[in-house]
């Protein structure tokens, strides 16, 4: 059991403190490579497929720099999808079904992944597994 607690803290250390413009600007700087990403794969994969790297994304910031920022990640990309001077575009035979897919399901990646460092400095799964 020990052996399996140092390897997690080793391999999965708590992420640092890091202060609000770091957090919010990785928000921003996030969604530009999430769906810029996304533009550049535009000729392989057209409209279909927008969200692509948003999901993952808005994972990422949700567990590095919180759930505000992470929220802010998803409606940027939303923002992003609906402006028409880049790709990738919401096309009109869809409607708003990806976007209603895809806010709904974010919220709750950003939920989950923000409480995953409070979480991790708690007690550890394998610890409190005895008490189920």
């Known amino acids: 059991m020990k052996v399996a607690r140092v390897l997690i803290d ?19 700087l996030g969604v530009a490579g999430a769906m810029g990403g996304r533009a550049v794969l535009g000729p392989w994969f057209a409209n279909t497929f ?3 790297f948003a999901f993952p994304t808005v994972a990422f910031v949700g ?9 802010l990640t ?7 999808l609906l402006s028409p001077a880049v ?6 035979d869809e409607g708003w079904r990806p976007i209603a897919i895809f806010l709904p399901t ?15 400095a708690g007690t550890h799964w394998y610890e409190s597994a005895g008490a189920l």
């Open 10 to 28: 080793v391999l999965a250390p708590p992420p640092p403190r890091l202060s609000a413009a770091v957090r919010w600007s990785m928000a921003i």
């Open 50 to 52: 927008p969200f692509l």
């Open 63 to 71: 567990w590095l720099a919180g759930l505000g920022p992470a929220v």
């Open 74 to 80: 998803a409606f940027l990309c939303v923002a992003w």
């Open 87 to 92: 790709p990738p575009t919401l096309s009109p």
């Open 106 to 120: 974010a919220m709750v990646l950003a939920f989950i992944a923000s409480h995953l460092p409070r979480t991790r």
